[in-house]
Every structure is written in C-alpha cells, then in structure tokens.
C-alpha cells in the first residue's frame, strides 16, 4: 500500500471514528453502563468490606471504569450498523476492514481514555494522588486500546442483533471483574483464580493502576505494559480476521 493510499485511509477512519462518536457514544446509556455501573459496584463493595485502602478501592475503580466504557459500544457498532443496512455504504466507500477496526477502535479508545479522568478525579478529591502520573498516562492509553479491541473481537459472530452481542459481552465481561485484582488482590486468589487472573488484560491493567496509586504491584511492570501490547495485537489481528470472514453474512 502506497503512502497516498495509507493517508487515505487514515483519514476515512478517523471520519468512522468521529461517526461513532457523535452517533453512539455520545449517548445516556454509554455513560450510565461505562461510568455509573464501576461507580456503583465500587460503592456496593466498599460499603462491606471497610477494611480496604481507599488507594486500592480507587485503583480498582479506575479499572472496572475503562474496562466497561471501552467495551460499551465497540461490539455492537457492526450489529447496528448491519441492522441500520449503512454497513454496506461504508464497505462500498470502499474501505478496508483494517480502516473499518481502526475507526471503531479510535472512538473506543478517545472515549474511554476522557472517561479515565473520572475516577481520577474522584481520586484527587479524596486526597489520592497518583505516584507515577506519566505510567499511568501511559497505561490507561494502552488498556484503552486493548479492551476496545476486546470489544471489536466480541463483535464478530455474524448477527444483526445487537442484544446477542450484548449478552456475549455480558457473560465475558463481568466475570473477568471479579477474577482481575479489581475487588480481591491476585495474590489472595485461589489457585485456580490465580491461574485465570493471568489469562484476563484486565488483571495488567488493575496492576499497573495500583502501581500508580499504591505503589504496590503484583507482576513487573514491564511484564504488565507487555501483556497489555500482546493482547492489543492479538486481539485486532483476530478480530480483523474474523470480521473479514463473517461480514460477507451481516450484509
């Protein structure tokens, strides 16, 4: 692909990039799922167990917060869009599915990052200050890719129902909260738990939070930012192969 041709595409996903945000998350429900759903868990965990730091409650909230707005609307963007038959104008432009992910993700991403500032701030009021902010900076813009690209990769079976989509997601999504570190340290977890912790981004991004907040930290950093990288490729590259081979279905 030429350079010509790359800006183009660049440019046409950055144009998908600012649909999605104008017509999907700007809306009510994405900021009552992304932000008010990790505010409330969060309440309903601190309120019965007192016996935590406020550090590790707002590290965990920080977390749960992404995790949730980055994954909001990204794996039903393809469902409505076949739904709404304006999928097919957006292929015949023509983009690539490349350009396609890419646009998807750069809303998720946009948005989960401005979200981040949220739990952050709540943070700061309190009086928590994080330790490291350009780590952390760093981390959430990271994570922000990687749990987008979840959301891309929970999209691709071949349905027009966003609800089914929504149910997926649904049953992916919320038990990787309780086995991540967000409520209960890794180290405290079953063996078992522990072993599932490893295989979740999430548990990454929770560390690197808590390393920025606390000072503490279950895995290395390094090993944290580099899982974080491992699931963002492997995550995309599948999605975008998968996407390639069922849109043919959704149109």
């Known amino acids: 692909m030429n350079p010509e041709s790359i800006t183009e595409q660049a440019k046409r996903a950055f144009a998908i990039a600012k649909k999605d945000i104008r017509i999907y998350y700007a809306k009510g429900p994405v900021v009552i799922f992304g932000l008010f759903m990790p505010l409330f868990l969060f309440l309903a965990f601190a309120a019965g167990n007192r016996g935590l730091s406020m550090p590790f409650l707002i590290s965990g ?91 891309l990769l929970l999209s691709t079976p071949a349905t027009n129902v ?31 738990g522990q072993v599932l912790a490893i295989c979740s981004p999430l548990t990454y991004f929770t560390n690197i939070a808590r390393y920025c907040i606390m000072g503490t930290e279950t895995f290395s950093l390094f090993t944290n930012f580099a899982a974080l990288a491992m699931f963002s490729v492997l995550f995309t590259a599948v999605a975008i192969r998968l996407h390639a081979r069922t849109i043919s279905r959704r149109i």
Do not use: Y
């Open 61 to 151: 909230l920080l977390a749960m917060t992404i995790f949730f707005t980055a994954t909001a609307v990204s794996p039903v963007i393809q469902p409505w869009e076949a739904q709404a038959r304006t999928l097919e104008r957006l292929i015949a432009c023509p983009v690539t599915m490349k350009t396609l992910i890419a646009g998807d993700m750069f809303a998720s991403v946009i948005f989960g990052i401005g979200i981040a500032v949220v739990p952050i701030g709540i943070g700061v009021i309190l009086g928590i200050i994080p330790l490291h902010p350009f780590i952390l900076a760093a981390g959430i813009i990271l994570a922000s890719i990687c749990f987008s690209a979840l959301g």
């Open 162 to 192: 966003p609800s089914n989509i929504m149910m997926l997601s649904s049953l992916l999504k919320f038990p990787l909260i309780f086995i991540s570190g967000v409520f209960i340290p890794v180290e405290q977890l079953p063996f078992a």
